[in-house]
């Protein structure tokens, strides 16, 4: 009787330590992709939106940035951005999985093939904003950055 009380509480101890593990691991990683669309990454610069990448207005004061992620690159790499504009940042990756971190901001994406990834941002300050890649993607992962000019 009493073995069974005991088993009861080191299963239930076990449970309770793989959760808090469980949910410590999902608060710190990435965010995991907010839109789960599935797109063809063969057929990226095909697929709407990301057939016309960069900044496209699409409200008063809001727009739209569309980017692409590939080995080792973000394109488009001239993005202009209005100060205080509303953006919602598209993204999606044409080979494998990237990250897209913009420094100084809170802006921190996992950019997996065949997903899209969005967030709204709008940058307050003006400036040269850099964004890398922070997920190992290959031997130019180090080199893999651009930056956007907020005026
Ligand atoms: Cu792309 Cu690291």
Same mark, same amino acid.
């Given at each position: 009787?009493?073995?069974?009380?005991w088993l009861i509480i080191?299963?239930?101890?076990?449970?309770?330590? %793989?959760?808090i593990i469980g949910v410590g691991a999902f608060a710190h990683g =990435? &965010? $995991?992709p907010?839109?789960?669309t599935? %797109?063809?990454?063969?057929?990226?610069?095909?697929?709407?939106?990301? =057939? &016309? $990448?960069?900044?496209?207005k699409i409200g008063e004061n809001e727009y739209e940035l569309i980017l692409i992620a590939q080995a080792f690159s973000f394109f488009p790499n001239d993005v202009k951005i209005p100060k205080g504009a509303t953006v919602h940042i598209k993204v999606t990756s044409k080979d494998v999985v990237h990250g897209l971190q913009i420094v100084g901001t809170n802006v921190n994406m996992m950019?997996?093939?065949?997903?899209?990834?969005?967030?709204?941002y709008s940058f307050k300050e003006p400036g040269n904003y850099l964004i890398l890649c922070n997920?190992?993607?290959g031997v130019g992962h180090q080199a893999m950055s651009t930056t956007i000019e907020v005026t």
């Open positions: 009787k009493l073995e069974k009380i080191g299963v239930g101890t076990l449970v309770v330590f %793989l959760t =990435n &965010e $995991p907010s839109d789960l599935i %797109l063809d990454p063969q057929k990226v610069d095909e697929t709407p939106p990301f =057939n &016309e $990448p960069g900044l496209k950019v997996t093939p065949g997903h899209v990834n969005s967030l709204t997920e190992y993607c």
